[in-house]
């Protein structure tokens, strides 16, 4: 009686069957630990960016403070202009250990039309308000957009339902979108939610960008512009309104040298003193509200943020916080050595 033979080889293919199998595992458990380990870093230089972004709106805020001291003990005029540090963007800069880098830009809200001040409250006569929105025609048209713009913004900012005009929207506009939403029938809480006013959502992100850099929304209906830092393009719309173009570029000249430090030196600008009285109280030299926009950087990962605060003093009330994509332009004007401003602190 014969015995049967094993295939041939059979135990080398075993083998070579165990092998792959094993060469399988340890390549899916090495690129498992990898991505983990990719993740684990990744998540690390993301806290590590919001804590830099942080950082960069705290020297930011010390910075807004040691202007204000400056100006109480008189080092510096007691205006606020384009001159000053905080009106400098403070470039990417190492924070710590290696740890990242920090950067920050202040953004003065009071150098822009507060879209707030269109909504009517007691105490403001109808033809200061009249003005206002006239005014605010002459920005829309400025940037290329339909002056009819303003109906749909002054129902929202409105209590009531009554459409204003035919391109305005109240209630029953809203309730019919999809999805639908009431309207805020109240001051804007801040500039994005100009997006949801009727016609505003259309604008291309060219015009949203342009318009954001001439209005803003204050937490209250007053319209006050700063002259030292308001940019040539709304203070030759807002003057070309009553027919004075010129004195925009007069005010831009001056304010370069010699910032204006109050109403008596703007009536030495051609035809100031001949506008009428309520035209002449929209402007100011002095700014209350800042947007800092505060960016933070760890290893490829960048975090921002953009802070609205009111100052008052040598004090800061934060209004606003929300985050936004970790850039800020270096490119206007030039950046700020202000740091060395600070109080010394480790770094």
Do not use: C
Not at 75 to 81: A, E, K, L, S
Not at 203 to 219: I, K, S
Not at 248 to 259: E, G, L, M, N, S
């Amino acid at each position: 009686m014969t015995r049967k033979k094993k295939p041939a080889g059979i135990a080398l293919l075993i083998t070579l069957l165990v092998v792959s199998l094993l060469t399988i595992l340890v390549v899916e458990f090495t690129y498992s630990t990898e991505v983990d380990a990719h993740l684990t870093r990744n998540a690390l230089s993301s806290l590590q960016a919001r804590y830099l972004a942080r950082a960069g709106l705290v020297l930011a805020e010390m910075l807004l403070k040691v202007d204000a001291a400056e100006k109480t003990k008189n080092v510096r005029p007691n205006v606020d202009t384009l001159a000053d540090p905080w009106a400098q963007p403070f470039p990417p800069s190492p924070i710590g250990e290696g740890v990242g880098d920090a950067a920050f830009r202040i953004d003065d809200e009071s150098a822009r039309f507060n879209v707030n001040s269109l909504a009517l409250r007691p105490g403001v006569s109808p033809m200061v308000l009249e003005t206002r929105k006239t005014l605010f025609q002459g920005v829309l048209a400025a940037l290329g957009l339909d002056i009819n713009l303003l109906f749909p913004l002054l129902d929202w900012l409105d209590p009531d339902d009554d459409v204003t005009a035919q391109s305005g929207a109240e209630r029953e506009y809203y309730e019919g979108l999809n999805p639908p939403y009431d309207p805020r029938n109240g001051r804007l809480l801040n500039l994005d939610e100009l997006q949801l006013v009727r016609g505003f959502g259309e604008l291309t992100r060219e015009q949203w960008a342009a318009l954001r850099a001439m209005v803003t929304a204050l937490p209250n209906e007053e319209l006050q512009i700063n002259v030292n830092t308001a940019s040539e393009l709304l203070l030759t719309t807002l003057l070309g309104s009553v027919d004075d173009p010129a004195a925009a570029k007069a005010i831009v000249a001056q304010r370069q040298d010699h910032p204006f430090q109050g109403g008596q030196e703007l009536n030495e600008i051609p035809g100031w003193s001949q506008l009428p009285p309520q035209f002449r109280s929209f402007f100011t030299t002095r700014s209350a509200y800042f947007t800092i926009h505060a960016a933070g950087i760890a290893a490829e990962v960048t975090r921002g943020l953009a802070v609205l605060e009111r100052r008052n003093g040598q004090r800061l009330e934060v209004l606003d916080w929300r985050e936004e994509p970790g850039t800020v332009s270096l490119t206007t004007p030039p950046a700020s050595d202000a740091i060395n401003l600070l109080p010394s602190m480790n770094r």
